[in-house]
């Protein structure tokens, strides 16, 4: 999804759940991120958050 896809959810008010491993979508969409290992969540908070 592109930014202008994430911009579009947000005009529209749609809450989206966006499933990926891929670091650099995440920290590009996300306006919060869940970190999950092995079934559990690890981290959660927001993308400046979880990149440092």
């Known amino acids: 999804m592109s930014k202008s896809g994430k911009e579009i959810l947000r005009r529209a008010n749609i809450t989206t759940i966006l499933v990926t491993h891929d670091r650099n979508d995440a920290l590009a969409l996300a306006d919060r991120i869940i970190i999950i ?3 559990k969540i690890k ?3 927001l993308p400046e958050e979880i990149y440092t």
Do not use: A, V
Request: no cysteine.
């Open 43 to 45: 981290f959660t908070g």
């Open 37 to 39: 290992e092995n079934g």
